[in-house]
């Protein structure tokens, strides 16, 4: 086994590995020389200009045995024990017993500024990423911590977070409660979208940090948490006890390595390193002047508008002067009840989600569109939106002005939250269509545009013409698919996609007879006041008409990922077993 190039300033030495021993240590070595970083240059300025935090800071913790018995039954008993060797069963299991000795223990910690040296020790197991098994770089580090040190973690985070939340960078989506890699995904491809319908260009920068949760400089981040978040007193000590002096040790083969010192970095499998790590990076942002940024906690998107020579710009630049000829061209295929077919041909790139990116399905299809035929479905959506808007069902608040998707929960919670406050119970069913915006169905849509909304003549002609025969092509890695026909579905990327797919599922609440519903776009909730066995059957016939609603639609629901909630403050709930299609729900305890 050897440590390959990984450790530049030992690459003469040779190494021991003909005991399980000695391989352990070799790993020790290897995983904390990324510790050994020069940070003369943050000595020099570990401490940060003073900034008064927007909130009242914190300086005491006292816990109660109460949320220390409540965080020991909250433990997940699969998890590996740590070096404690207290197994995570044992603790939930004897919670209350334990609980009032623990506090004494936590709060110690707490008043006195210090953590014991056994909860600052990890055990370390390599785990084989890829390549050769015998090079120490080809194995990432799984750290197993003190399991009694991570429940008071979690009391120290639980008094803290709010604090603290409040005072992370909004461009900051990692760790965030209500944000994911998903939301920073698209809040960047919002950006993009908008200005690819202004036809605009935008340059993207994705930047990767380089072991970046081992690299944190610690007497730098206490610095932080004294002058900027507001930590101060004994809880400031703790903190400082909790990072500095640490140390790690590796187990594999069934030998153990020798201690070695974590110099840098948040503890790894922790439950204060991630947010340690964003109030850490907490002022990167501040360095951007000229562009937007976007990150998941060391993943870094930073972009911006950049004036481009495609044939958008042109177009803009040249708008009165293409403008007559762009709008009898327009004109004519508004009268003719025809769309060119140039224009209905998509470009579809792919761009990868999550997986294997050796499996098509991991990929999600991002559409281009001709930029001329958008202009066109801007003016036709300008002349008819009024009219369509006010048909669209109070209950839905995807693509509305002045609604959004907190709109939806907020009429959820408000009405969870009075029921609370009555000491009922609200039952939430959480609905979830399988790639709706591709299911809908051409013809049953022009019928509906027809019969119930309206739309007749040469506009409806139009219409059927804008939705029927549409192509699609793929361009990758430098090369272009032949054209594919698209069968069904509201076009992707365009201007008019959204509010014919809200006409299409408009109806979708009419199937609901004796609960309530919330809708963004092809997300629903399905809620109900639940006094009695009763009205939890009323809720299920009303997920049954749903499934009626979805079979006549075609927009199926994907039984896996819809959920149920009860909200209660009862001891005894009411408990229902929900299901679609004879598919028993799982119950979830947060909000989808």
């Known amino acids: 086994m050897s440590m390959g190039n990984a450790a530049e300033p030992e690459s003469s030495q040779t190494y021991d590995v003909s005991t399980p021993t000695a391989i352990a240590n070799l790993f020790n070595r290897y995983f904390t020389s990324v510790f050994n970083t020069d940070h003369d240059n943050l000595e020099e300025r570990s401490s940060p200009p003073s900034s008064p935090p927007s909130t009242s800071g914190q300086s005491d913790l006292q816990l109660t045995i109460e949320e220390v018995a409540r965080t020991l039954l909250a433990l997940d008993t699969t998890k590996a024990t740590g070096p404690g060797g207290i197994p995570s069963r044992l603790l939930k299991e004897t919670a209350w ?66 604090h603290l939340l409040q005072l992370i960078n909004d461009s900051q989506h990692g760790f ?110 501040d360095a951007v002047e000229h562009s937007k940024i976007a990150s998941f906690a060391d993943d870094t998107k930073l972009f911006k508008k950049v004036d481009s020579t495609s044939d958008a710009i042109s177009f803009q630049k040249t708008a009165w002067q293409i403008a007559p000829s762009l709008t009898q061209i327009f004109n004519k295929s508004l009268s003719c009840g025809e769309i060119p077919d140039e224009w209905k041909l998509a470009n579809i790139v792919p761009v990868h989600k999550k997986g294997e990116k050796s499996q098509v399905e991991n990929y999600r299809p991002i559409s281009l569109l001709s930029i001329i035929s958008k202009v066109l479905e801007r003016c036709v959506l300008r002349n008819i939106r009024d009219h369509l808007l006010q048909l669209i069902n109070d209950s839905q608040h995807g693509f509305i002005p002045g609604k959004s998707c907190t709109t939806q929960l907020l009429e959820v919670l408000d009405y969870i939250g009075s029921l609370l406050d009555g000491g009922k119970q609200t039952d939430v069913v959480y609905m979830d269509m399988s790639k709706a915006f591709d299911k809908v169905h051409h013809k049953y849509l022009i019928s509906k545009l ?10 409806l002609r139009w219409f059927e013409s804008y939705l029927i025969n549409r192509k699609q092509r793929v361009t990758v890695l430098g090369a272009t698919s032949s054209v594919r026909p698209v069968l069904s579905g509201v076009p992707q990327g365009s201007i008019l996609g959204p509010i014919l797919f809200l006409l299409y599922a408009n109806d979708l609440p009419d199937a609901v007879e004796h609960s309530k519903i919330a809708s963004f776009a092809d ?70």
Not at 226 to 232: F, H, L
Not at 450 to 459: A, E, H
Not at 541 to 558: I, P
């Open 97 to 162: 017993q334990i609980a009032p000795s623990l506090t004494q223990i936590f709060n110690k910690s707490l008043s006195c500024g210090e953590i014991p040296d056994e909860w600052k020790l990890a055990n370390i197991v390599p785990v084989h990423k890829k390549g050769e098994k015998s090079q120490v770089e080809n194995y990432r580090p799984i750290s197993l911590l003190s399991i009694i040190s991570k429940v008071l973690e979690r009391c120290v985070l639980r008094n803290i977070r709010d």
């Open 176 to 285: 965030i409660p209500g944000k994911s890699c998903t939301t920073q995904l698209l809040e960047v491809l919002d950006y993009i979208g908008s200005l690819l319908d202004g036809g605009k260009q935008t340059d993207v920068v994705y930047m990767d940090m380089s072991k970046a949760f081992d690299k944190v400089h610690h007497k730098y981040l206490i610095s932080k948490l004294r002058n900027v978040y507001g930590i101060s007193g004994k809880l400031l000590r703790w903190f400082e006890s909790y990072l500095i002096n640490r140390k790690q040790r590796v187990t594999v083969l069934g030998a153990t390595s020798s201690a070695r010192p974590v110099l840098t970095g948040v503890p790894q499998g922790s439950i204060l390193g991630p947010i340690l790590f964003l109030l850490y990076a907490n002022d990167q942002p």
């Open 450 to 459: 027809r019969n119930v909304y309206g739309i007749s003549g040469k506009l």
């Open 523 to 592: 997300d629903t909730k399905l809620f109900k006041k639940v006094d009695s066995t009763s009205d939890a059957i009323s809720l299920q016939s009303d997920l049954s008409s749903l499934e009626n609603w979805s079979t006549s639609s075609g927009l199926v629901f994907n039984q896996d990922k819809c959920k149920c909630q009860r909200v209660t403050r009862k001891k005894n709930p009411i408990k229902y077993e929900y299901n679609i299609n004879n598919k028993s729900l799982v119950v979830t305890e947060k909000d989808l």
